[in-house]
């Protein structure tokens, strides 16, 4: 069974930074892209972020020069480092795995800039 539990979301004032972190399990972690999404309320959810199994890396215009997804395959566990936060930046952020042809979300991590 595929699991992903994200973590790191909080409260942080606009400029702030914060890291969340994605722990996968049930799947051969280092053979698969990763991606990290984020969804406010009353609006669909949008791709923020993706890493392929040999670190590629590309980003939504939104986010380029502030976030940075990385992957610690020896941990099964992605992050996603957001600096300069911006009000824009509140949401529920979710990391997501496609394996063997099957789609799997966390329960995601609330980040909510205030200030």
């Known amino acids: 069974q595929v699991q992903l539990v994200e973590s790191g979301g909080g409260l942080v004032q606009p400029g702030g930074s914060l890291r969340l972190s994605c722990v996968v399990s049930g799947i051969p972690f280092a053979a698969v892209p990763l991606g990290w999404y984020r969804q406010v309320p009353g609006k669909e959810r949008e791709w923020v972020a993706k890493?392929?199994?040999?670190?590629?890396?590309d980003y939504d215009h939104s986010v380029t020069g502030r976030f940075t997804i990385s992957r610690d395959d020896a941990k099964n566990t992605v992050y996603l480092q957001m600096n300069n936060l911006k009000f824009e930046d509140t949401a529920m952020y979710y990391c997501?795995?496609?394996?063997?042809?099957?789609?799997?979300w966390g329960q995601g991590t609330q980040v909510i800039v205030s200030a």
């Open positions: 997501r795995v496609v394996s063997g042809g099957n789609t799997t």
């Open positions: 890493i392929s199994n040999t670190g590629g890396t």
